[in-house]
């Protein structure tokens, strides 16, 4: 399991996981330690507090995965910046998104010959809980570029 989350991003640990009902839940922590405010770019090693950040990654062995992620929000060390503090971002998710880039990519390969409909029952079938909407959603974003 270790060695899934290191696959996922080397700056994650592994802390614990469980499976329930078909969905497996990994606990996770980063130890990134290179975070740079997003606007004056300055390293910071302060932690102002953590957050529980929760998504969907790619499905192990036939079941759902959820990652539960404790995301650092850091304190900007530059007394200059404006913004105070920032969240620990990562190259594999976007910001606020509930899935990782590669688990949308798999969606959009499997839907991209098929109806939304017939997408949403194969999808929801051990491989992510996604509706017809997001499907569009994803379809209408990755063809504008
Ligand atoms: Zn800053």
Do not use: W
């Amino acid at each position: 399991m270790e060695r899934l989350i290191k696959m996922l991003n080397s700056d994650l640990k592994l802390k614990s996981y469980e499976i329930i009902d078909g969905t497996i839940y990994l606990n996770v922590e980063s130890i990134k330690q290179d975070l740079r405010c997003p606007l004056c770019g300055t390293i910071s090693t302060r932690i102002h507090s953590r957050y529980e950040r929760s998504f969907q990654d790619l499905p192990i062995q036939g079941n759902k995965s959820i990652v539960v992620l404790s995301n650092r929000k850091m304190f900007c060390g530059n007394s200059q910046c404006p913004r105070t503090t920032f969240a620990e971002t990562f190259s594999f998710i976007g910001y606020k998104s509930k899935k990782t880039y590669r688990l949308e990519d798999e969606i959009l390969n499997i839907s991209n010959n098929m109806s939304s409909v017939a997408a949403q029952r194969l999808l929801r079938n051990g491989v992510a809980n996604v509706s017809k909407s997001t499907i569009c959603l994803l379809l209408k974003k990755r063809n504008n570029h």
